[in-house]
T-cell receptor, first 117, second 111 residues
Framework: GAVVSQHPSRVICKSGTSVKIECRSL??????MFWYRQFPKQSLMLMAT?????????EQGVEKDKFLINHASLTLSTLTVTSAHPEDSSFYIC?????????????FGAGTRLSVL | KQEVTQIPAALSVPEGENLVLNCSFT??????LQWFRQDPGKGLTSLLL?????REQTSGRLNASLDKSSGRSTLYIAASQPGDSATYLC??????????FGTGTRLQVFP
């Protein structure tokens, strides 16, 4: 099956720093990628839709200036958490849409655990 | 607005039992429904995907059914094993590629 790589798997940073998370589709091209956030013992919440070559579409309540998304190529989307604070500590997961076969299927990365001190 | 709910929220059973996990959604206009497994601190593993025109899908000991008109799906796990312990998430896809996830069922199977 299709593979999505997410890096880093874990990051610990000081409050006020910015953190970049990468999401790569390894063996297919993805015009659309998604970024999710998951708090402990809760489900995944869609943050934004990343579109190759255009601006990301953010869900209601998600600050676009706080969570910068760049989808510069068909295999790479990045999420930058700017000026991170402890309340940004969470598990971030990306997915990439594979088009083909029986329809569009999303494949997920392994996630990034962000801890802001 | 689509809302997805899963019942029960948590389940603890002895090894060997057959299990049913439930997923309900408020808007029946879905494109497909997918069941995922998530181990603690890990990403998602896709288990089964049911297209809106299908009634069920099977993979090994897993069987997922879909009743779109009533907004329900069930995941049946036969002869549960300790290795099945994880959180199970269902997700529905509407007209766009967006997935709306359910609240999850945390399953523990003890020897």
């Amino acid at each position: 099956g299709a593979v999505v790589s997410q890096h880093p798997s874990r990051v610990i940073c000081k409050s006020g720093t910015s953190v970049k998370i990468e999401c790569r589709s390894l063996d297919f091209q993805a015009t659309t990628m998604f970024w999710y956030r998951q708090f402990p013992k809760q489900s995944l919440m869609l943050m934004a839709t990343s579109n190759e070559g255009s601006k990301a579409t953010y869900e209601q309540g998600v600050e676009k200036d706080k969570f910068l998304i760049n989808h510069a190529s068909l295999t790479l989307s990045t999420l930058t958490v700017t000026s991170a604070h402890p309340e940004d500590s969470s598990f971030y997961i990306c997915s990439a849409t594979y088009t083909g076969g029986t329809g569009n299927i999303q494949y997920f990365g392994a996630g990034t655990r962000l801890s802001v001190l | 607005k689509q809302e997805v709910t899963q019942i029960p929220a948590a389940l603890s059973v002895p090894e060997g039992e057959n299990l049913v996990l439930n997923c309900s959604f408020t808007d029946s206009a879905i494109y497909n429904l997918q069941w995922f497994r998530q181990d603690p601190g890990k990403g998602l593993t896709s288990l089964l995907l049911i297209q809106s025109s299908q009634r069920e899908q099977t993979s090994g000991r897993l069987n997922a059914s879909l009743d779109k008109s009533s907004g329900r799906s069930t995941l049946y796990i036969a002869a549960s094993q300790p290795g099945d312990s994880a959180t199970y998430l269902c997700a529905v896809r509407g007209g766009t590629d967006k997935l709306i996830f359910g609240t999850g069922t945390r399953l523990q199977v003890f020897p």
